[in-house]
């Protein structure tokens, strides 16, 4: 039976979910149909585009996992588990990722240093990326490998001999878990902290000159580190609520942490799905112009 508590949490939970939705689905929308008129697309417009599909999986598999764990309204078989924890595995990677590797993106484009190893770098953008990504995907191999090693293991736990390699296993499963999302936010920290110096070194340079402070490299500068930090904040929330989850799921079963939990995970694809509309001007452009058309025609239908 649902509690009150468990009513609100389900609303807001909902909320988050249709507006992550909305807002996933408007940026690869937008994405594809430049894409098909232009027969072209960007390397920032592919990363949006794949980071948005990876978050509308990630937000169907957070739903549905609060509405089978918290509110025990969905009954799933075997099979099914499996290809949802399949499912989230390949989500959650390539939106934690995909994510850093914007982040990246955005400190080879904008940045400026003198250093011959960041000259290197920002001359082979493209190549970095995929590198990082590459480089990511043996994480994924070993969560994937470690999760089909519990699941054979657990089908088997009538045999005592398998229950210290059923808890290995665990431990290390979220171990690999852990340093799969840790990795990425320490490299999108250290993107964010090299950002600032460099905007720093750059207003130095314009205060020498003469200059004012609303120069476009300037605004470039802050409206990467708005979308860096923004994706930071989110992603530590994110993080902590699946540590918290991961680390002590026995003990969280229909409790108000675990509720909490799942709200600030699903807040993670949401939030900063909008945060980077907001922030690409293209986008931007769009999506103010669709709010204004949908107000002219609500003052039509008044």
């Known amino acids: 039976m649902m509690t009150v508590l468990h009513c609100i949490i389900s609303f807001l939970i909902t909320m988050e979910f249709v507006l992550g939705i909305v807002a996933n689905g408007f940026i690869v929308l937008v994405n594809c149909i430049d894409w098909i008129d232009r027969q072209k697309i960007s390397s920032v417009d592919q990363v949006l585009t794949a980071l948005a599909v990876s978050r509308i999986g990630l937000l169907w598999i957070l739903l549905l996992s609060w509405h089978a764990n918290v509110l025990n309204s969905v009954s799933l078989n075997l099979y099914v588990k499996m290809i949802v924890s399949i499912v989230?595995?390949?989500?959650?990677?390539?939106s934690v990722w995909l994510a850093t590797v914007l982040s990246i993106f955005y400190l080879l484009k904008i940045a400026n240093f003198s250093s011959f190893l960041f000259l290197y770098l920002k001359k082979r953008v493209r190549s970095v990326l995929i590198i990082v990504l590459l480089v990511s995907l043996l994480f994924l191999s070993s969560n994937f490998g470690i999760a089909s090693f519990i699941n054979i293991l657990t089908n088997r736990r009538n045999m005592t001999h398998n229950t210290t390699l059923v808890k290995v296993a665990?431990?290390?499963?979220?171990t690999v878990f852990t340093l799969a999302n840790f990795i990425p936010f320490t490299m999108s920290l250290i993107s964010l902290v090299l950002l600032i110096v460099s905007l720093s070194n750059h207003l130095k340079k314009m205060q020498v000159n003469g200059k004012g402070f609303e120069d476009p490299s300037t605004k470039v500068h802050i409206r990467a580190m708005q979308t860096v930090t923004s994706f930071l904040l989110l992603f530590a929330g994110y993080i902590l609520a699946l540590i918290i989850t991961v680390w002590n799921s026995?003990?969280?079963k229909n409790s108000s942490v675990l509720m909490l939990c799942q709200i600030?995970?699903?807040?993670?694809?949401s939030k900063h799905s909008f945060v980077l509309i907001w922030g690409n001007k293209k986008l931007k452009h769009i999506f103010l112009s669709f709010l204004r058309h949908l107000?002219?025609?609500?003052?039509e239908r008044k």
């Open 170 to 174: 665990h431990l290390s499963n979220i």
């Open 250 to 252: 026995n003990n969280l």
């Open 264 to 269: 600030f995970g699903i807040m993670y694809p």
């Open 295 to 299: 107000r002219c025609q609500s003052k």
């Open 88 to 94: 989230y595995m390949l989500a959650n990677h390539f």
